[in-house]
């Protein structure tokens, strides 16, 4: 999922949604909405409802279907696919034309998340305390977070590091961070999504303890390594992405072989209506 767009829960729904930094504005999924409003989990089903209720409203005239834009979002299959997003004003709008008992509900929490990315601008504890309540809703211990939030540091510094050493594309650090991820794991984002059986959701957020610790230690030691050998660029960035990540390898397999356990596992964390796997 891009860096500018991100899930939020609705009592425990994904709801996913983009941050305009233009317009400083959240731009949330359409039919995510709708299926809150309708309580219709098929996704195919409710976007048939936004469908006919998109041809009416036109038909209507009405000049809410108009301030919907579109964008491409993580699908349910995991792919990036075109989808309509509207601001909060426009959802706010757009509810009223759905007979719903969960209208209002959804009025007061799209009030509430829709304008705290300014507010985060301006006081990022806000941003941290928000992602703490948002894992400890989904089950999370307190280790497993101060794990994932200290992960998220080390990223973050990694990120810094190629952004001020001309790593410049999205599509560049995603493909440094698989070169990273594969070399300790031995399986790329993608093959490790699909051993715990995910699609949209972050991989991260669905790691072990363990898998956490080595994804870190990869990231650390990757960082490190290219601050040593002064790297600028994506192609020299390579290089310490694959020996920071062969650090964490050797490490994991050293702790397999005396443990006997495998640190790569298929257990995931999804959401109680997802077939729930515990974490272990």
């Not at 949604?17 to 504005?25: A, M, V």
């Not at 998340?113 to 948002?134: F, H, L, W």
């Not at 101060?146 to 540091?153: A, I």
Request: hydrophobic share 30%; glycine share 4%; net charge positive.
């Amino acid at each position: 999922m891009k860096k500018d767009q991100s899930i939020v829960l609705f009592k425990q729904k994904q709801i996913r949604r983009n941050w305009n930094s233009k317009k400083e504005l959240w731009y949330f999924s359409v039919i995510d909405i709708i299926s809150l409003l309708t309580e219709q989990a098929d996704y195919k089903k409710a976007k048939t409802y936004w469908t006919t209720l998109k041809n009416r409203l036109k038909n209507e005239g009405s000049e809410v279907v108009t301030k919907c834009d579109r964008l491409k979002m993580m699908a349910m299959d995991g792919k990036m696919r075109e989808t309509d997003i509207a601001d909060v004003k426009t959802l706010l709008r757009l509810i009223q034309s759905v007979p719903s008992k969960k209208a209002e509900p959804i009025k007061l929490w799209l009030a509430k998340v829709g304008y705290e990315r300014i507010q985060e601008t301006t006081d990022p504890e806000k941003s941290i305390n928000r992602a703490r309540t948002n894992w400890q809703s989904m089950g999370r211990n307190k280790k497993w977070i101060q794990q994932r939030m200290m992960g998220q540091e080390v990223r973050n510094k990694l990120t810094d590091y190629w952004k001020d050493n001309e790593v410049r594309k999205k599509q560049e650090y995603a493909i440094l961070t698989n070169i990273i991820h594969k070399e300790w794991s031995d399986l790329s984002i993608r093959e490790h999504k699909n051993l715990k059986e995910l699609k949209r959701e972050n991989l991260r957020d669905h790691m072990t303890d363990a898998e956490l610790v080595f994804t870190t230690l990869a990231e650390l030691s990757t960082r490190q390594i290219a601050e040593s050998m002064k790297t600028k660029g994506f192609n020299k960035n390579k290089i310490p992405a694959k020996k920071g990540g062969k650090v964490a390898k050797n490490a994991r397999i050293e702790l397999e072989q005396k443990t006997g356990k495998k640190i790569i596992t298929k257990n995931n964390y999804k959401l109680p209506e997802n077939n729930r796997k515990k974490l272990k």
